[in-house]
């Protein structure tokens, strides 16, 4: 009876043969083992190693046999430069969403819509982010150094522009190097949040805004009426953002302060890389990986099931 | 709003800001084509005689070749990976159903909750177990790891987007799963490829703490690592040393100028479309 089956079904009853004939476990098995073998080897396990490690007094090279239980967790609560590390890295996060988000939402609201030259001015704005932290500290090493001309013509700019500015160093201030460094992360920084907010911007329709001009509300209601609130997703996520990356934030401070001076720009990494690789204690060190991966998770957990539930529905299902 | 004063202030507050971002590259940029004594004193003029040995010095410099050729060879193979394998899964997450598939997808997503900074340490003691300390392999291997997460998250939603008839087409003409995501999925989604290559290469390339741990061997060193070593050394030779960093933002700036849009689809769509 073949012949009576149209040629174009012919090749259906085809297709489904073969679709029938794949081993869909094995496929699936195969297709996942790449990315899992990876993901599980190097980004979950060094976390359980780590909670293991950290029950352990270890030089790194040693047999694995000085168990302590939690002293280590203890001792670093009780460290001075711990908690320091962790109040600076607040301090940090909490300038990032105080100060430097407002200014690149500020931007991104300067050229939206239709300013001749945006997309230059975007792009100019983004380049610090292209360019790697050890470059950037470098650079401004050089602006902050008190013995060269740069810092001094910062410094006579402020003295200028604020009324209670005190000239002086910066990087070797303890009241002010923290300052300093937040000022080179939201050089390299706001641009990135700036292309966040532009791009929320952009899914604004421009209806709801002029119904809102229209109903009588100024330039000013309308951006806090409405704007900002349907912007609220973009600004949930940079916050989060800013949160994780003032916590990862190593390269910059290691580069330009070491943590210092006297633990003054101390932030959790490089008190870790400090008391952990530098001091070859590696299990004290892997302690402090623990907490700082305890607090990104409880962080992330917790902000994304109050803030970002709508965002992150997508995950689950 | 479309007042000519308002158009004014709009330009001087981006155009005040814009110098505060140019200014320190102009003057890493022209430092190096100054003696260190004028960059130190006169650091925003022009060079008042433009000197080209420190940019000479660092094209003839060994180690930054080889810095040079070991940052792409870490980028290029962790693009490579990240997207063989993530893309891989991310087939199996938007296009296959079965028991349990969103429970591994979630564990992927615990990537996306900590930054890999955070694990450096850990990283550090498994490589050194797994004799991957001194390797690029070993870096490679890491740092695609890490990227996973992300790359799943915005590839699996770009999956799902690609028409259903196009698979059955696929099964229709008697090609199986592979045949699909290599012929026709993979084809298909070269926006969000791109995107994930653009964010994976200017994560790579910038990456200096795990560089900073991992590798010993000179020899080994990434343009980050070196770039913090020519730091240390040249401390004194100010003009040599902006020369040097010059040099080593310019193939990530080059990048920037040619691959933007891949780059900002990628920030914005991986951060904003869960």
């Known amino acids: 009876m073949e012949g009576d089956i149209p040629h174009y079904l012919a090749g259906l009853e085809v297709g489904r043969g073969r679709r029938d004939r794949v081993n ?25 190693q780590a909670a293991y490690l950290s029950l352990f007094r270890w030089n790194g090279l040693g047999p694995l046999d000085n168990f302590v239980g939690f002293d280590n967790f203890v001792y ?29 939402l500020g931007l991104a609201l300067l050229i939206r819509g239709k300013l001749p ?26 602006i902050f150094n008190p013995r060269f001309a740069a810092s001094d013509v910062i410094n006579s ?32 920084f706001f641009g990135l949040h700036m292309i966040l907010y532009i791009a929320g911007l952009q899914d604004i329709p421009s209806e709801i805004e002029e119904a809102a001009s229209i109903d009588g509300a100024n330039d000013l209601q309308t951006l806090w009426f409405v704007t900002i609130p349907m912007l609220s997703r973009t600004i949930f996520t940079t916050i989060y953002l800013s949160v994780l990356g003032s916590i990862q934030q190593f390269d910059l401070v290691w580069l330009m302060t070491e943590g210092g001076p006297v633990n003054a720009s101390e932030v959790l990494t490089t008190y870790m890389y400090r008391h952990g690789f530098v001091s070859f204690r590696l299990g004290y060190g ?11 998770l409880v962080f992330s957990l917790v902000y994304q099931k109050i803030f970002m539930q709508q965002q992150y529905a997508g995950l689950a299902d | 709003m479309r007042k000519p004063t308002t158009r004014v202030l709009q330009y001087v507050t981006v155009s005040i800001v814009s110098v505060i971002v140019l200014g320190p590259l102009y003057i890493a940029v022209f430092g190096g084509f100054k003696e260190s004594g004028e960059l130190v004193n006169n650091p925003f003029s022009l060079p008042r005689v433009w000197i080209l040995d420190n940019y000479r010095y660092i094209i003839g410099l060994g180690s930054f070749w080889q810095q040079l050729l070991n940052s792409t060879i870490v980028m290029v193979g962790t693009i490579f990976l990240a997207t063989f394998s993530a893309s891989l899964a991310s087939f199996v997450f938007a296009r296959m159903r079965f028991k349990g598939r969103d429970t591994i997808f979630n564990v992927f997503m615990i990537g996306l909750m900590f930054p890999i900074m955070v694990a450096i340490l850990p990283l550090y003691i498994l490589m050194r177990q797994l004799g991957l300390l001194n390797s690029l392999f070993g870096l490679i291997l890491v740092e695609a790891a890490f990227q996973l997460s992300g790359m799943i998250l915005i590839m699996r939603g770009f999956f799902r987007s690609i028409p259903r008839e196009l698979e059955d087409a696929t099964y229709i003409d008697g090609g199986g799963p592979f045949t699909f995501f290599w012929r026709v999925l993979l084809p298909l989604s070269r926006p969000a490829l791109a995107a994930n290559a653009a964010l994976a290469m200017v994560f790579s390339w910038n990456l200096l703490f795990l560089p900073l741990l991992a590798l010993n061997d000179e020899v080994f060193y990434t343009l980050p690592l070196g770039t913090m070593q020519f730091f240390g050394q040249y401390t004194a030779y100010w003009s040599r040393l902006m020369a040097f960093i ?18 900002v689809s990628g920030l914005t769509g991986g951060a904003l479309k869960g």
Request: with cysteine; charged share 10%; net charge positive.
């Open chain 2, 246 to 263: 010059v040099l080593a933002a310019l193939p990530a700036v080059i990048f920037y100028l040619l691959a933007e849009r891949h780059i």
């Open chain 1, 157 to 188: 700019v402020l003295d200028f522009v604020l009324p209670f500015f005190e000239p002086g160093a910066w990087l070797g201030d303890p009241k002010k190097v923290l300052i300093a460094l937040f000022v080179v992360l939201s050089w390299k």
């Open chain 1, 24 to 48: 869909r476990p094995l496929v699936i098995a195969l297709f996942l083992l790449p990315a899992a073998a990876l993901f599980f080897t190097f980004v979950i396990f060094p976390i359980i």
């Open chain 1, 117 to 142: 030259g945006r997309i230059l001015f975007r792009a100019i704005f983004f380049v610090p982010y292209i360019i790697s932290e050890s470059i950037t500290a470098v650079i401004w090493s050089f």
């Open chain 1, 76 to 104: 670093m609560f009780k460290h001075k430069p711990f908690r320091q590390a962790l109040l600076h890295n607040l301090i940090i996060a909490a300038l990032s969403i105080g100060v430097q988000l407002p200014i690149a």
């Open chain 1, 286 to 296: 892997s302690s402090v990986a623990v907490v700082l991966f305890l607090i990104c």
